[in-house]
């Protein structure tokens, strides 16, 4: 039975090691790309949208090894369907990247999953610089983030906003806001990973024939009844507010309305993997 934490280098049990010394000797020798899925009983959720974002990772970051990513893809999935490692579901699997000795090789860490608080109070933090990042790319780099985190020690989360583009993400999660019946997003162009998570909602919300659109608000400009939403693949979809501030009985309705529908997106997931 495996035992967590746990590492694993490639598929196979060789190589394991703490996880301390991987993030010190190993992740901090450079950029690295990654992605962090939840495993159940069933299987990885969503994996083809994470795999498709390791694609894209090696497509810019490693696009010598290109040719290597069906062997890589094939060993991640039969890694993820080990009955061993359902058997300790629900898990935190993050896969990793790197480049080691002119090889592109693939780590697992794999973490039981915490449980998390389903409201989320949020500081909002100025952050100009996102315009310059890759939207396409998912990198190790969280350093500034969780030094603001510690900053604002009474958050549950550290929301990035740029003066122009209103609301861009928090420290790891993506946002949308609902305000009616219209969902509202950051503009990708502003640096903005769409998250794999995200991604999986947007779809189902457009096969119900809802409407999105792409403009960014700012903090100051959410209205009473407007549900500011955060997601990752790991904790789904939480609603926050801002530090201080209550949710009110229509918020709280109109997010349960939200999770239906994420239910029916996690529903058609498990169906097709």
């Not at 009616?180 to 997003?185: S, Y």
């Not at 659109?213 to 700012?218: E, S």
């Not at 939480?238 to 109109?254: C, D, F, P, V, Y």
């Amino acid at each position: 039975m495996l035992k967590l934490p746990q590492i694993f280098y490639d598929h196979k049990y060789r190589d394991t090691v703490p996880s301390d010394w991987l993030l010190s000797k190993a992740f901090l020798r450079g950029v690295h790309a990654f992605t962090t899925m939840r495993v159940q009983t069933t299987g990885a959720e969503f994996w083809s949208l994470h795999g498709a974002r390791l694609e894209a990772s090696i497509s810019k970051l490693y696009p010598q090894f290109l040719n290597q990513w069906p062997v890589l893809k094939t060993d991640i999935i039969n890694f993820l369907k080990r009955d061993d490692l359902r058997a300790l579901a629900p898990l935190s699997v993050r896969i990793s990247l790197i480049d080691q000795a002119s090889e592109l090789k693939w780590v697992a860490i794999l973490r039981p999953l915490e449980s998390a608080e389903e409201f989320l109070q949020v500081s909002f933090v100025q952050d100009q610089r996102r315009h310059q990042r890759d939207p396409s790319l998912k990198l190790a780099d969280y350093s500034l983030e969780h030094e603001l985190l510690q900053q604002n020690i009474e958050a549950d989360e550290i929301v990035f906003e740029d003066p122009k583009r209103g609301m861009l993400s928090g420290t790891v999660h993506s946002l949308f806001v609902l305000r009616e019946e219209t969902l509202f997003l950051p503009d990708p162009s502003a640096g903005i990973l769409r998250g794999v998570y995200q991604q999986a909602f947007l779809n189902k919300w457009q096969q119900a024939n809802r409407i999105v659109k792409i403009r960014g608000i700012k903090s100051d400009e959410l209205e009473t009844n407007d549900l500011l939403v955060l997601s990752n693949s790991l904790k789904g979809l939480r609603l926050a507010s801002k530090m201080g501030i209550s949710l009110n009985e229509t918020q709280r309705r109109k997010f349960k309305e939200l999770q239906s529908l994420e239910s029916e997106m996690i529903d058609d997931d498990q169906k097709t993997n």
